[in-house]
Every structure is written in C-alpha cells, then in structure tokens.
C-alpha cells in the first residue's frame, strides 16, 4: 500500500533522505522512528505530495507520487506535525468545512462529522470552539479532519508530540480503532517505546538512513549482540561464579550483590537453555535463571550511534 524506491532528497550539498526504502502491507500500522532532523518529516511530506523527492520514488497504493499527486491526495489523510487551526471555529464547523473542500454533500457532512466526533472521543464538544480545546483534543480533531473523506491511508506526524501520558493513551486507543477498520498508517516519533506498542513494523532512521526496519522483537534480536543474564542464588557465590568463568560464551560478569548475579552471554537461546541444564546438573545453588529485558531506549540509542550519510 506504501511503498518507496531508493528514495533520496538533497539540499545543495546535504542530505536529508539517502535511498530509503520501506514496503507497508496494506492495514497495517508501520512506525518510522527517528531523532529530531533524521528525514521523518521529508518522508511523510513527499508521500503527502507536498515535497518532491531528488530521486527515487514513491508509491501510494500503486500510485506516484510525483506523477499523480491529485490521485494520491484522494487515497491519503495528512496530519502533520505542525498544523494550523481556525480557532473562531466550532468542532463541527471545522470539520463541516473540510468536508465541503473535499466535495461531500451537505447530508454527508450531517451524517459523518457526528460519527468522526464520536470516533476521536469529541463528541462532547461538538459546539466548542477551537481555541479552547486542549491540545490533546486539538491532535484528536486533526486527526478526524484527516478521516473526513475516508482515506484508505493516514500518514500521521508525530501525532503523540507534546501530549499528556493520558492524551497518549487516548490517541493509541483511536489508532487501534482504526487498524481495525483497515485502514493503512505510517506514523512516526523520536519515541521508539511510544511507538513500539501500537506498530505492527517499525523503522528507525537516522540522518536520512533507514539503519533498521522489522517488528520491535525482530530488530530487538538482531541487534542485541549479546544478552544480560540475571542469576538469583542462596548460599555461597563462588562456586556459581567459578562455573561461570568456565563457559565460554559468559563474557563478563557485570555485578555481584548478595543473592544476585548478571553477567553478559554471547549464545543462543539454544545454547543459554543447555547453559542452564550444566549449572542444574552441577547442582549450583539457583533460585532464578532468566534474561533481562533491554530497554528500548538503549536499543534506539544503539542503532542511531555512528550513522552517517554520503553529502
């Protein structure tokens, strides 16, 4: 449903976007995760026909969007992440108004803007004015602005930016709504957790390279050369420490404290369950044996480290 070819945007000498590719299956929810100024806002404008790439291509729905960008307009709902709002509007006037630019009938608008209302959890404040909603209800408002003409695909900007932890909440549960309504979204942050628990693929991108893409749990095991394992004993150290300094996929041993040991393991899950098995059979005096979790802070700082592109 969205796709793009070695897509490439330059100014002068700088690169903003180097040769990015990413393939999104129609219905689901693709997360393109990068620092401030790492080429998300260049992808999302040139998919939104706003911004026309150096090179390479891009496809919504089989469509151009260079060659054809009035069809591609049709097929997208744009929210950016800097967006204006006529605040001596009402809600429904807002979106009554967006509906007439879009070409739908009176009777349409009358029918759809109280469902869009009620889709984005406004519908409480269908005669406010603009200006006096909050930005999360503001982000919520765009959000049905850009649903007023049914798009099959909603190329969102940071969407979440600037929100309160219960705003957040609001808008995933509205992105859920609408994966199941099948709708196609790209969606993008400087957040990969935020991201991480609402996305079905994720991509993260760094100074215009597309330096990882998969599910989180695919880019997760790809990237973690090596795991933190915590070990929870009664009794005496030593002999667990002993057998540890044996193995030789143990790398290091980070930190002792009384009943608690981790250490660096290099091996497979494979290799870390016959790990386990030796340590059983050697008879150490275990409680506990499992991996730690990495933080996908760490993850994201890991793979956006070094990257640079051709100027």
Do not use: W
């Not at 260049?42 to 026309?52: K, R, W």
């Not at 609408?178 to 991509?203: R, V, Y």
């Not at 340590?279 to 991996?291: G, I, K």
């Amino acid at each position: 449903m969205i796709e793009t070819i070695d897509l490439t945007k330059r100014y002068g000498s700088y690169t903003a976007l180097n040769e990015l590719n990413i393939h999104v299956k129609k219905g689901t929810v693709y997360g393109l995760v990068g620092q401030n100024g790492a080429g998300k806002s260049t992808t999302f404008q040139i998919l939104a026909t706003l911004m026309v790439p150096t090179s390479g291509t891009a496809l919504i729905d089989g469509v151009d969007v260079t060659q054809n960008p009035t069809e591609v307009r049709r097929k997208i709902g744009y929210m950016p992440d800097f967006f204006g709002v006529y605040d001596q509007l009402r809600t429904s006037e807002y979106l009554d108004f967006y509906g007439a630019s879009y070409g739908l009938s009176i009777s349409e608008r009358k029918k759809l803007i109280p469902e869009l209302l009620e889709l984005v959890q406004l519908s409480h404040k269908v005669n406010d004015y603009v200006d006096v909603l909050s930005r999360g209800m503001k982000q919520r408002l765009c959000l049905a602005r850009c649903l007023i003409h049914n798009p099959e695909v909603l190329i969102l900007d940071e969407p979440a930016s600037g929100l309160d932890p219960r705003a957040r909440v609001e808008m995933r549960n509205i992105l859920r709504s609408l994966k199941s309504m099948n709708k196609t979204i790209i969606i993008s942050s400087h957040i990969l957790p935020e991201l991480a628990e609402m996305c079905d693929q994720i991509g993260v991108v760094d100074q215009g390279v597309l330096v990882a893409n998969g599910s989180v749990s695919d880019i997760h095991d790809k990237l973690q050369q090596q795991k933190v394992i915590q070990i929870r004993t009664f009794g005496s150290h030593q002999e667990v420490i002993s057998f540890l300094e044996a193995e030789e996929d143990v790398l290091s041993i980070q930190s002792i404290k009384e009943g608690e040991i981790e250490f660096d393991y290099k091996g497979s899950d494979f290799e870390q369950k016959d790990l386990l098995k030796r340590a059983v059979e050697a008879q150490l005096p275990l409680l506990s044996f499992n991996q730690v979790d990495t933080d996908l802070e760490d993850i994201f700082m890991d793979i956006t480290k070094g990257v640079t592109t051709d100027e």
